[in-house]
């Protein structure tokens, strides 16, 4: 039918104006099996690159330094990098924070060299990026925030100590499984309870702990620099190749968050004014400030994780029922006082 109306009409389809596919630069991921927010890798990425994931195979151990050190054995990493290979990326990023600082700096660096010789393909990993990005920002004075269990967590910490980097405060949830499922809101709780002191920046860990819409609301509550690990992952991949991640005004992504009007240094509190006009238009901010308890505008819709029958799974001993009732661990592995 169509067909016989174009003959009558006389038109003829000219798709040639549309002169694609794109060319695509492409970033190879390793993940650990477990991993399930590729969506969210992928809010980082410009439209002219694509992601390449692949996954380690399964293991039945729940997150603990026992699995960061499985999933990150070089014979595991060779296969994962050599199936990457057939595709032809241009980097590979190895995403999985603790897999890749368990080692320490040396153990880190050693994965990179057995990533880069079985694909021959330049190669990352998220706790590389990680010091790499704090470097970049200028931050030696780090809070930190994870969802594992204290030893996995006093891991990180060594591995940051080691880098030159002093942690400062930190806040952990404790669980062994289904990290994705934590709802922003407990990443927020988490944040204020570990940033403590003189701060330089706040980092978020463990790739498979949501962070993308949570960033711009903290960096402007606590007037530093906020950096999540698939944040430096994508960052560092496609800083490699020459291309620049995306992200809503986040310090790491755009420099200009790092100063000027609404930047990390411009808080009132931390100003010296002689004018009288701007001292009390500034003493008008802080009154402001002091009754908003809880910036909401990021966490608008934000869902709670789904209940399949144990939200406690996994979880230190003083962690509450379930996800977002806390009380959230300190550094010394009892529960964080607000």
């Known amino acids: 039918m169509v067909q016989s109306l174009r003959s009558v009409l006389g038109l003829a389809l000219d798709v040639s104006f549309l002169g694609g596919p794109l060319p695509q630069r492409g970033v190879g991921v390793v993940a650990p099996f477990d991993f399930a927010l590729d969506r969210e890798l992928w809010r980082w990425v410009p439209?002219?690159?694509?992601?390449?994931?692949?996954?380690?195979?399964?293991?039945?151990?729940?997150?603990?330094?026992?699995?960061?050190?499985?999933?990150?054995?070089?014979?595991?990493?060779?296969?994962?990098?050599?199936?990457?290979?057939?595709?032809?990326?241009?980097?590979?990023?190895?995403?999985?924070?603790?897999?890749?600082?368990?080692g320490g700096v040396?153990?880190?660096?050693?994965?990179?060299?057995?990533?880069?010789?079985?694909?021959?393909i330049?190669?990352?990993?998220?706790?590389?990026?990680?010091?790499?990005?704090?470097?970049?920002?200028?931050?030696?004075?780090?809070?930190?925030?994870?969802?594992?269990t204290r030893s996995v967590t006093d891991s990180l910490e060594e591995y940051l100590a080691?880098?030159?980097?002093?942690?400062?405060?930190?806040?952990?949830?404790?669980?062994?499984?289904h990290i994705w499922k934590v709802p922003y809101r407990d990443v927020v709780d988490m944040a204020r309870q570990a940033v403590v002191g003189a701060t330089d920046a706040l980092f978020i860990s463990c790739t498979n702990l949501p962070t993308y819409d949570v960033i711009p609301q903290l960096e402007a509550e606590l007037r530093m620099p906020v950096l999540s690990a698939n944040q430096v992952t994508m960052w560092a991949a496609l800083r490699a190749i020459g291309a620049q991640a995306v992200g809503p005004y986040q310090a790491l992504l755009d420099p200009a968050a790092r100063s000027g009007p609404a930047g990390m240094s411009v808080s009132p509190s931390r100003l010296t004014v002689t004018d009288p006009v701007v001292e009390s238009v500034l003493e008008a901010v802080e009154a402001v400030e002091s009754v908003v308890d809880e910036p909401e505008a990021a966490l608008a819709g934000a869902a709670s994780p789904s209940s399949?029958?144990?939200?406690?799974?996994?979880?230190?001993?003083?962690?509450?029922?379930?996800?977002?009732?806390?009380?959230?661990?300190?550094?010394?592995?009892?529960?964080?006082m607000g």
């Open 47 to 102: 439209d002219e690159v694509s992601l390449h994931l692949t996954r380690t195979p399964f293991v039945p151990v729940e997150v603990s330094l026992d699995l960061a050190r499985l999933v990150s054995e070089h014979e595991t990493l060779h296969d994962a990098v050599q199936a990457l290979a057939a595709v032809a990326p241009e980097v590979v990023a190895y995403a999985c924070t603790s897999g890749s600082f368990v």
């Open 106 to 120: 040396a153990g880190e660096r050693a994965m990179c060299a057995a990533m880069s010789q079985a694909g021959e």
């Open 122 to 148: 330049p190669s990352l990993t998220t706790s590389g990026a990680l010091l790499e990005a704090l470097r970049e920002i200028g931050a030696r004075r780090i809070a930190v925030v994870t969802p594992y």
């Open 162 to 177: 080691e880098g030159g980097m002093n942690v400062t405060g930190r806040a952990y949830l404790g669980l062994t499984r």
């Open 308 to 336: 399949d029958g144990d939200p406690g799974d996994g979880l230190d001993p003083g962690f509450g029922a379930g996800f977002g009732e806390g009380p959230y661990l300190d550094d010394s592995g009892g529960p964080a």
